[in-house]
């Protein structure tokens, strides 16, 4: 039987003096504590640039550019997927609304953050673009 189309959540690995930002989750119980990037799910006609520029505004209250996608898709159950872009700052700070706590991560780091586990596929791709 063919399975549904997994709906598709978006994260954004926003880059700055050769780190990377990563948030906390609070909610729901299984992923709070756990690191991820800050994005959500695509609405129904968004592209997933937009959905990301809305989701970081909203749980960040600032802007970002997307520079382009990391490789790749990693599923998370059996009903989503996550892709990761890559992304610049272009207007405030980030202040988390929704995490209960952001950091900045340099490479060197990366391993050593309790991301949630769809995430880490993504990690070796990241390390690359943080190179100096
Ligand atoms: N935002 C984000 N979600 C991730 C990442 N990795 C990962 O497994 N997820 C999972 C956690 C959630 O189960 C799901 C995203 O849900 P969400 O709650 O952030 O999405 P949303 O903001 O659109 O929320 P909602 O109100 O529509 O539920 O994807 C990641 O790096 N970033």
Known sequence: MTQPPRTLVVGAAILRDGAVLAARRTAPAE????????????????????????????????????????????????????????????????????????????AAGLDDVDWLDPDRPFLPHLRERMAP
């Open 31 to 106: 992923t709070a504590g756990r690191w991820e990037f800050p994005g959500g799910k695509v609405e129904p006609g968004e592209s997933p640039e937009a959905a990301l520029v809305r989701e970081v505004a909203e749980e960040l209250g600032c802007r970002i550019e997307v520079t382009g996608w990391l490789p790749g898709a990693a599923p998370i159950g059996d009903t989503h997927e996550l892709r990761v872009a890559c992304a610049v700052l272009t207007g405030g700070e980030p202040t988390p609304t929704e995490h209960d706590r952001v950091r900045w991560v340099g």
